[in-house]
């Protein structure tokens, strides 16, 4: 058998965290043989067939045993003490999915997977080949567009690198335990949703939490809910679910009382097998794939996988009941999935281990205990520091045409037309990293006019990290927020950063609040060598000297929040940090485009130069119709010193930059500029 050549090589003799395979860990034996089955099938995301119950012959030369299904009546039993399924290995090439891209070719009999791939990314709600130019490929084996696009969604929601490619940090995601609960729901909610709550005084924290409700946000008109069980639902199961309603009544304005009469009750709870009456799209797995799941208000049905191995509090190899519970009662009541990891809602669901010790809500009046309104997801919280300063008169902008204008035409276009400027669209969404038909199967669209898939899949991918509504389609918000002014360094390079990577914070105090923030880096993360914290700037010698005093002010800050120091030098061959104005074509391989549109570029340490256009209305405070210098130098200096754009709007770190607006560095952009200098 040919050595199937991965990027990663694993450890031998591991055992799957929680009692569950890891396909990282399942190796080829150079002396193999695999009859009628492929191993992926059994092995597939979501355990939708599981190698405990292989019923074809496989021979595996000193590979080890497979627990298969046993021909007593004790069988289900003597799966649930031996539970994990151990693989002897003799070999460090992974048989497995793991590093798989789009494009890539492997034998054929382990490519079978993909069409299982494309199944499990279905049920999950990240494809959809209906109505897509690829539909031929929805029950194949090809890693097409449609599918990147599918496995760059799922990374994104779950904080992973977001390449498309299939790295051993997403099959494992993947193969963990779950709710059998859609992620997105026709293409309308999405666990990165990042609203923003409004903040009503000054100086307060300003937060962005990641729960997600059902499309249409359905809810209960009545806050007292009745529950019962189905006939056979064991004590214990019973007494956590009662504890798990508890918890919520404790933190919302519902009510929950327990009723004897289950065909009267509102929320109706038991446990399910398999086919079990829901429908074929909601088919429980068996053990270790699809844990529970849950309905949206108000039909209010709740069912525990009668497969899984299921404990009261934290028990190895099991699952909790309560942790359960309070997760699907969440969906009962009308939350979807969080991309907050420490979440109740968040999707995976732990294995020995317990989630929900308390839930708790911040006491701020804003966060009203409502559950449509609930943050039950952890949120995060930063710190905006306000900029004062006082204007000087400018000649507005406003009468002056933008580059980005005709992004205006293409209001309300989607999949399937073919509109003149969609061109141009994707030129936009290639310079800012969202687009790249390099090495795509529909090359042939990157210089055309036709919406195709890999730009529905751009434009989603630049909705998600600006917080709007990612369908894909151009809406009127998706349009307006494409059309502002902003920086001219890339959101995404190379795959390899993204503004919404969520990087969580640690706390350490009892009871602390979580924090996901959102800076990102440069790819490789380039910083300035720790033994030069003192950096030197210059300005061409056309520079007018507001805008030397706005930057120089703009150091100071960055200075105040950071190890740097900074000082002028007269120098500007031998500066570290080159800074000028400069118009059109200026030679640095990245030209401006007149009023409005790109308002600067810098670039990643160590390079030094920074760029302002001289074709915008500048000012040196917030005055309508111009930038204001400082703001825009504190954007520029951040990327001098190594981060990239942040989703947060109120981050000085933001890609768009509004006239008349004065701004200060935020909360994500001290964390992200300690983060990576670790400091």
């Given at each position: 058998m040919d050595n199937v050549e991965t990027a990663q090589q694993v450890e031998s003799g591991s055992e799957a965290e929680g009692g569950r395979m890891d396909l990282g860990k399942v190796m080829e034996a150079s002396d193999l043989e695999v009859e009628t089955v492929v191993v992926w099938q059994h092995l597939i995301l979501g355990n939708m067939m599981k190698a405990a119950e292989v019923e074809s012959e496989m021979k595996v030369a000193e590979l080890g045993w497979v627990r298969r299904r046993g021909g007593g009546s004790d069988w289900r039993e003597k799966r649930r003490r031996s539970r994990v399924v151990r693989w002897r290995l003799k070999s460090h090439h992974p048989l497995n999915l793991s590093s798989i891209w789009k494009g890539a070719t492997r034998v054929k009999r382990y490519v079978e997977g993909l069409q299982q791939l494309k199944a499990y990314l279905e049920k999950f709600g990240y494809l959809n080949y209906n109505h897509s130019q690829n539909q031929n490929h929805a029950n194949d084996d090809d890693f097409d567009d449609l599918l990147e696009a599918a496995v760059k969604t799922y990374q994104l929601n779950y904080h992973l690198k977001a390449?498309?490619?299939?790295?051993?940090?997403?099959?494992?995601?993947?193969?963990?335990?779950?709710?059998?609960?859609?992620d997105i729901i026709n293409g309308t909610n999405w666990m990165r949703g990042g609203k923003k709550r409004p903040n009503q005084v000054h100086n307060t924290f300003n937060t962005v939490s990641h729960f997600t409700l059902y499309p249409g946000n359905p809810k209960w008109p009545s806050n007292q809910l009745t529950y019962a069980f189905l006939p056979g639902t064991n004590s214990d199961a019973q007494s956590a679910v009662a504890r798990a309603f508890d918890k919520w009544a404790a933190q919302t304005h519902f009510t929950f009382s327990r009723s004897q009469d289950l065909g009267s009750a509102n929320l109706k709870i038991g446990f399910g097998r398999l086919d079990h009456g829901d429908g074929i799209q909601n088919a429980f797995d068996g053990p270790w794939g699809t844990v529970a799941h849950a309905f949206r208000p108000t039909d209010g049905r709740f069912h525990y996988d009668e497969d899984e191995s299921w404990s009261v509090g934290a028990v190895p190899n099991a699952v909790d009941y309560e942790t359960v519970a309070l997760h699907e009662i969440g969906h009962l009541l009308g939350l979807d999935h969080s991309s907050v990891p420490e979440a109740i809602m968040y999707s995976i669901i732990p294995v020995g281990a317990t989630k929900g010790s308390s839930i708790e809500i911040p006491s701020s009046s804003i966060m009203a205990a409502r559950i449509f309104q609930l943050c039950l997801c952890i949120f995060f919280f930063t710190l905006a520091f306000p900029l004062s300063s006082h204007a000087i008169p400018s000649k507005p902008n406003a009468e002056k045409p933008s580059s980005f204008d005709f992004i205006k035409h293409l209001e309300g276009c989607h999949k399937g037309e073919t509109v003149e400027g969609l061109q141009q669209l994707k030129k936009f969404l290639e310079t800012f990293g969202y687009l790249n038909y390099n090495h795509s199967q529909n090359q042939s669209h990157a210089n055309d006019d036709d919406f195709d898939d890999l730009l529905e899949a751009a434009v989603k991918t630049y909705q998600l990290n600006y917080h709007l509504k990612a369908t894909g389609t151009l809406d009127t918000q998706t349009v307006s927020k494409m059309s502002s002014p902003r920086c001219g360094v890339a959101d995404i390079?190379?795959?390899?950063?993204?503004?919404?990577?969520?990087?969580?914070r640690s706390n350490h105090g009892h009871n602390a609040l979580h924090t996901v923030s959102h800076y990102s880096f440069f790819e490789g993360d380039p910083k300035w060598p720790a033994s030069q914290?003192?950096?030197?700037?210059?300005f061409l010698p056309e520079t007018k000297q507001d805008a030397r005093n706005a930057v120089a002010r703009a150091f100071d800050k960055w200075a105040s929040a950071t190890q740097f120091t900074f000082s002028q030098s007269q120098d500007f061959g031998s500066a570290n940090l080159k800074i000028g104005f400069h118009r059109r074509d200026h030679g640095d391989g990245h030209p401006f485009d007149g009023p409005l549109g790109i308002l600067a570029h810098a670039w990643a340490p160590t390079d030094g130069r920074f760029h302002y256009d001289a074709d915008e209305t500048w000012s040196t405070g917030p005055t309508p119709g111009a930038f204001e210098l400082e703001t825009v130098a504190l954007h520029e200096i951040g990327h001098l010193l190594g981060l990239g754009h942040s989703s947060v709007p109120d981050a000085i770190m933001y890609a768009s930059i509004g006239q008349g607006v004065a701004k200060g560095l935020h909360g994500d952009d001290i964390q992200g500029i300690k983060a990576l200098y670790n400091v």
């Amino acid at each position: 058998m040919d050595n199937v050549e991965t990027a990663q090589q694993v450890e031998s003799g591991s055992e799957a965290e929680g009692g569950r395979m890891d396909l990282g860990k399942v190796m080829e034996a150079s002396d193999l043989e695999v009859e009628t089955v492929v191993v992926w099938q059994h092995l597939i995301l979501g355990n939708m067939m599981k190698a405990a119950e292989v019923e074809s012959e496989m021979k595996v030369a000193e590979l080890g045993w497979v627990r298969r299904r046993g021909g007593g009546s004790d069988w289900r039993e003597k799966r649930r003490r031996s539970r994990v399924v151990r693989w002897r290995l003799k070999s460090h090439h992974p048989l497995n999915l793991s590093s798989i891209w789009k494009g890539a070719t492997r034998v054929k009999r382990y490519v079978e997977g993909l069409q299982q791939l494309k199944a499990y990314l279905e049920k999950f709600g990240y494809l959809n080949y209906n109505h897509s130019q690829n539909q031929n490929h929805a029950n194949d084996d090809d890693f097409d567009d449609l599918l990147e696009a599918a496995v760059k969604t799922y990374q994104l929601n779950y904080h992973l690198k977001a390449a498309g490619t299939l790295y051993a940090k997403t099959v494992s995601n993947m193969m963990k335990p779950r709710c059998g609960n859609a992620d997105i729901i026709n293409g309308t909610n999405w666990m990165r949703g990042g609203k923003k709550r409004p903040n009503q005084v000054h100086n307060t924290f300003n937060t962005v939490s990641h729960f997600t409700l059902y499309p249409g946000n359905p809810k209960w008109p009545s806050n007292q809910l009745t529950y019962a069980f189905l006939p056979g639902t064991n004590s214990d199961a019973q007494s956590a679910v009662a504890r798990a309603f508890d918890k919520w009544a404790a933190q919302t304005h519902f009510t929950f009382s327990r009723s004897q009469d289950l065909g009267s009750a509102n929320l109706k709870i038991g446990f399910g097998r398999l086919d079990h009456g829901d429908g074929i799209q909601n088919a429980f797995d068996g053990p270790w794939g699809t844990v529970a799941h849950a309905f949206r208000p108000t039909d209010g049905r709740f069912h525990y996988d009668e497969d899984e191995s299921w404990s009261v509090g934290a028990v190895p190899n099991a699952v909790d009941y309560e942790t359960v519970a309070l997760h699907e009662i969440g969906h009962l009541l009308g939350l979807d999935h969080s991309s907050v990891p420490e979440a109740i809602m968040y999707s995976i669901i732990p294995v020995g281990a317990t989630k929900g010790s308390s839930i708790e809500i911040p006491s701020s009046s804003i966060m009203a205990a409502r559950i449509f309104q609930l943050c039950l997801c952890i949120f995060f919280f930063t710190l905006a520091f306000p900029l004062s300063s006082h204007a000087i008169p400018s000649k507005p902008n406003a009468e002056k045409p933008s580059s980005f204008d005709f992004i205006k035409h293409l209001e309300g276009c989607h999949k399937g037309e073919t509109v003149e400027g969609l061109q141009q669209l994707k030129k936009f969404l290639e310079t800012f990293g969202y687009l790249n038909y390099n090495h795509s199967q529909n090359q042939s669209h990157a210089n055309d006019d036709d919406f195709d898939d890999l730009l529905e899949a751009a434009v989603k991918t630049y909705q998600l990290n600006y917080h709007l509504k990612a369908t894909g389609t151009l809406d009127t918000q998706t349009v307006s927020k494409m059309s502002s002014p902003r920086c001219g360094v890339a959101d995404i390079v190379n795959g390899t950063n993204w503004m919404r990577a969520g990087k969580k914070r640690s706390n350490h105090g009892h009871n602390a609040l979580h924090t996901v923030s959102h800076y990102s880096f440069f790819e490789g993360d380039p910083k300035w060598p720790a033994s030069q914290t003192h950096l030197t700037y210059g300005f061409l010698p056309e520079t007018k000297q507001d805008a030397r005093n706005a930057v120089a002010r703009a150091f100071d800050k960055w200075a105040s929040a950071t190890q740097f120091t900074f000082s002028q030098s007269q120098d500007f061959g031998s500066a570290n940090l080159k800074i000028g104005f400069h118009r059109r074509d200026h030679g640095d391989g990245h030209p401006f485009d007149g009023p409005l549109g790109i308002l600067a570029h810098a670039w990643a340490p160590t390079d030094g130069r920074f760029h302002y256009d001289a074709d915008e209305t500048w000012s040196t405070g917030p005055t309508p119709g111009a930038f204001e210098l400082e703001t825009v130098a504190l954007h520029e200096i951040g990327h001098l010193l190594g981060l990239g754009h942040s989703s947060v709007p109120d981050a000085i770190m933001y890609a768009s930059i509004g006239q008349g607006v004065a701004k200060g560095l935020h909360g994500d952009d001290i964390q992200g500029i300690k983060a990576l200098y670790n400091v």
